[in-house]
């Protein structure tokens, strides 16, 4: 079992950032890319950022590319999402996940999630 944890969120006005943090916690936390996807009320899930086990290569979806960054220190067992010049459709609960396959993470396939963290962004 992978426990994540997520943490960072909260009330930003447009044009902010927020870093979010997932901490992991269990099996051994570089065999697993590690992603970031939200959930706004009313609306499917969808992916905000994946990283490999070893960041070496991440991916973005279209909304978050410009502005967003995704980090990993597995020395902490940690992955960060840096977000930037935040807008109000950024406004989702937000989720960390893992899969031991990055490719599969990036289509929203995970074996383990977390419980999730609120940012909402005032316009």
């Known amino acids: 079992q992978v426990q994540l944890v997520e943490s960072g969120g909260g009330l930003v006005q447009t044009g902010g950032s927020l870093r979010l943090s997932c901490a992991a916690s269990?099996?051994?936390?570089?065999?697993?890319?590690v992603g970031w996807f939200r959930q706004a009320p009313g609306k499917e899930r969808e992916r905000v950022a994946v990283i490999t086990r070893t960041g070496d290569s991440t991916y973005f979806t279209d909304s978050a590319r410009d502005r967003f960054t995704v980090s990993r220190d597995n020395a902490r067992n940690t992955v960060y999402l840096q977000m930037n010049n935040l807008k109000p459709e950024d406004t989702a609960v937000y989720y960390c996940a893992a899969n031991d396959d990055f490719s599969a993470l990036r289509v929203g396939l995970a074996h383990f999630w977390g419980q999730g963290t609120q940012v909402t962004v005032s316009s």
């Open positions: 269990g099996r051994t936390f570089t065999r697993f890319a």
